[in-house]
């Protein structure tokens, strides 16, 4: 299950999306989450679902590995659905106790789970592209604006770009840890979810400890490098637009246009 989890991991590959510069895949990540919230019927949907199906076949990452994914939000998409299902008035199906089934439940809980699996599936395009460091200039270039009003841009993107980061790492070091204690006798396997639960509390303690000791050595490489935040630093590959960049701002302004223009319509 640790393994399954894709985001903030970056896959090396060499495709369109990965050539795009991060500010551009920023905006598009952005455009689509708006796009979701503002989608409430089918036509919407289909939309969004082929403009995430275009940007996958143009990331060239396999679908497998991306889908794979999925499988860490399945205890929320459950307790989404559930809320949905039976916490939504309307024509009921059928009723136990103060729980009821509504066929307006069931259509509001599919379109939830779809939003929700469209949500993480386009976040995920968005790590799976670009590398940290990438991502970090993409931030500061994108927010540059705020600095003006005493924002520290730089050291915000930098915040967010280490905890996109870390997430790779700390499943890799859990996993160590588990298997570590399954070879002492540990069960993380067997038993209802209260039992695994209490099951995975002992992984906490040596988990903290080694996030602690790896944020101290994080932060000792870069005083030892002396960093001093953004001011007067240079990059070694600035960012530019090509040509796809402007195409795909484009794509996506069309896009949200026509997500507007749906949900105005219909």
Known sequence: MLRDITLGQYYPIDSVLHRMDPRTKLFGTMAYIVSLFIA?????????ALFLVIAIRMSKVPVKFMVRGLKSIVILLLISVSFNLFLTPGTTIFKIGFLQMTWEGVEFAALMAVRLIFLVLGSTILTLTTTPNQLTDGLEKSLGFLGKVGVPVHEVSMMMSIALRFIPILIEET?????AQMARGADFETGNLI???KAMVPLLVPLF??????ATDLAMAMEARCYRGGDGRTKMKPLRYENRDRVAYAVCFVYLAAVIGMKIIL
């Open 209 to 214: 400890i080694s996030a602690f000791r790896r």
């Open 175 to 179: 996993d160590k840890i588990m298997k």
């Open 195 to 197: 039992q695994k639960a």
């Open 40 to 48: 409430d019927s089918l036509p919407v949907y289909a939309a969004a």
